[in-house]
């Protein structure tokens, strides 16, 4: 019994509640006290134990050994597959992290851009600036509801055309 003492029993790791085992040089060493334990006690009670009770015993303990011997063997098998499965994890982990990072370096990008008001759309596009056919209006003016027309309340950017007859700068065949 005081062997057991000695060996370490499995301890989850209080972060990843992933659970240790006892190494391969440490499980060597502990099958290597118990054979000398073993031989211990067999040299004190030699005299009392038969030849024949001696090999069951072996037998009993070899048996005991290689089943000790299996569950290790399971047990490092399945901590080698939790750590390829928290491998895999944390390389997603990494991905996701990167992509956050290059989330708020945008963010942040956006947030350092000054906050000037744009210009009026007509002066943002540039086929409508520099084409002959269209004619360049200026923003709309800034006007009081009282002095603006019904047509000006309704459509306020859009310049009304009060002539009666068509603009002279298109072609004829366009308004006839």
Known sequence: MALARQVPK??????????FHLP???????VSQTLEYVRESVRDNKSSLGKPELLSLKDFVNEKFENTENILLV????????LENLKSKISGLEV???KFEQQKRRICDL????????P????NNPLMNNSGLAPCYSPAPEKNLAEMTEDEKIRPHIPVNRQTHPPTHLPRWRWS
């Open 10 to 19: 499995v301890v989850p790791c209080p972060q990843c509640n992933f659970k």
């Open 24 to 30: 391969t040089i440490l499980r060597e060493s502990v």
């Open 75 to 82: 047990n490092e098998a399945q901590n080698q597959s939790e």
């Open 96 to 98: 996701l992290v990167v």
């Open 111 to 118: 947030c350092s851009i000054s906050r000037t008001t744009p």
């Open 120 to 123: 009026h759309i007509i002066h």
